[in-house]
């Protein structure tokens, strides 16, 4: 069932304190076509060996000085990577209670000394068969789970690549570059990070706040592109953003989309409950407090056609001064770090 060549590209290591012995395996496994063999009579050599030839099969003798074959599969077994290891004993001294220990720690097949070449042979194919199938099995595992892992990769790029293209469609009308959502999600990053949450929270948060004015959608041109002072009943109407990019965002499955949902609802939300939905404190999710931050400093230090740009300077006071009326102190406080 399996080549030949696959069997004569096998690696042996053949332990045995008796040169003699070594001799004649050696000669034994030549003459049958195993070209790659590896030998050591110095048993407390085995496992530096091992590492170094990764063998297919060990021969092992029980009977040796310093280190006896149970010491050396006890070593091979600390060291060897959770992958099938065929070790072939091979003893004069085969009584029942000595084949219990070494199957206990991991001969896999015995022969006994003076062993028959045939027997030998047949054994050593039978081990070297399990071994290959062994190795196949892993590696189309191996196979199947970078596949896996591939086609997951893919999925979450769509959807941060749909995630992405829907918050530039939000805000199409008065940033078509799409970066305004970008430097908020980044700063907004920057804050979850210095605030300690953990990276894939970090991550989500990034890509969240991008979609923070997604409800922006909803909002008539007329009013969103004014230039000059909007009327009260139009200010109305810009502050339903909030409430139409939570429910754009709302019922979905991934924790993404329901992040951004949290945020978009509550992005204009202040700290002293002054804000939009008049939720106060702790009450406003923490990834809306921090976009809250990252938005308005990002708005001040911008153009806009109401508005000149700020110098960065000012709009740092100014977050600064709504520290614990419009912004959580927290979230403050990283925010001058990070702005260091
Ligand atoms: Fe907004």
């Known amino acids: 069932m399996m080549n030949t060549r696959a069997f004569r590209n096998a690696r042996i290591l053949i332990v045995d304190d008796e040169e003699a012995n070594v001799e004649v395996l050696g000669r034994i496994l030549s003459q049958a076509g195993f070209m790659r063999l590896e030998s050591t009579t110095d048993s407390r050599e085995a496992a530096a060996l091992y590492v170094q030839h990764r063998p297919d099969l060990i021969l092992l003798d029980l009977h040796m000085p310093h280190l006896d074959g149970l010491d050396v599969m006890d070593q091979l077994n600390e060291i060897a990577e959770a992958s099938y290891l065929p070790i072939l004993i ?22 006994s000394k003076p062993f028959q070449k045939d027997e030998l042979l047949l054994r050593i194919r039978t081990l070297l068969e399990t071994r290959f199938l062994y190795i196949q099995i892993q590696s189309q595992n191996q196979l199947l789970e970078a596949k896996v892992r591939e086609r997951t990769r893919a999925l979450e790029e769509a959807q941060i690549e749909i995630v992405e293209r829907l918050a530039v469609a939000a805000e199409f009308r008065d940033d078509n570059t799409g970066q305004h959502t970008r430097r908020v999600g980044q700063m907004s990053a920057l804050l979850a990070k210095q605030l300690g949450l953990p990276d894939v929270q970090v991550t989500l948060i990034r890509r969240a706040a991008a979609l923070h004015d997604v409800g922006k959608i909803g909002v008539p041109d007329t009013i969103l ?7 009260t009943d139009e200010f109305e109407l810009v ?3 909030t409430t139409i990019g939570a429910r754009i965002l709302s019922g979905g499955k991934f924790p993404l989309l329901r992040l951004a949902e949290e945020i978009a609802f509550t992005h204009h939300e202040r700290w002293d409950g002054e804000g939009y939905a008049r939720i106060r404190g702790t009450d406003i999710a923490l990834a809306g407090r921090i976009v809250a931050v990252a938005d308005v400093f990002d708005a001040l230090t911008q153009q806009r056609p ?8 000012d709009a740092i006071a100014e977050i600064e001064r709504q520290r614990g009326r419009q912004f959580d102190p927290d979230v403050v406080e990283a925010f001058m770090r990070v702005i260091e």
């Open 90 to 111: 091979l003893s004069a001294d085969l009584l029942p209670e000595a084949r219990r220990e070494a199957l206990s720690r991991g001969a896999k097949d015995f022969v």
């Open 225 to 231: 592109m004014k230039i000059g002072k909007l009327t």
């Open 239 to 241: 502050k339903l953003h």
């Open 306 to 313: 109401y508005k000149p740009a700020w110098p960065v300077g």
